[in-house]
């Protein structure tokens, strides 16, 4: 069941309707937080929303990508262990006839 979600960020009031869980949307939220804060240090003077919220979802986008990289690293080592193990079983099953 969706339900609204209500949160600011850098002095706006933002809203959305989800069906995430709460703990999701909580991880979330800190997330997007954290991010703001690491965009912001080290900037003197105002800076715009907008270009904080580029610069948020460069980041997520970097870590997503990177995520995925690893994810493609990780199954294609997975199916090659699992061809490896099939045909040490296969061999260790059927081992070739000796005439």
């Known amino acids: 069941m969706e339900r609204l979600v209500r949160f600011e960020l850098l ?3 933002y809203s ?6 709460e703990s999701e949307v909580a991880d979330i939220l ?8 690491e965009n912001m240090a080290g900037v003197s003077g ?3 929303v907008s270009k ?8 997520i986008a970097s870590r997503y990508v990177e995520l995925k ?7 294609a080592d997975t199916e090659q262990r699992i061809s490896s ?3 040490q079983i ?6 070739e006839k000796e005439e």
């Open 85 to 87: 193990l099939s045909s």
């Open 46 to 48: 105002a800076i715009p």
């Open 16 to 21: 959305f309707y989800t069906g995430a869980p």
């Open 90 to 95: 296969d061999s260790g099953l059927f081992p």
């Open 11 to 13: 002095g706006q009031e």
């Open 52 to 59: 904080v919220a580029v610069l948020v979802s460069l980041n």
């Open 30 to 37: 800190e997330m997007v937080k954290e991010l703001v804060k």
């Open 69 to 75: 990289s690893k994810f493609e690293q990780y199954r």
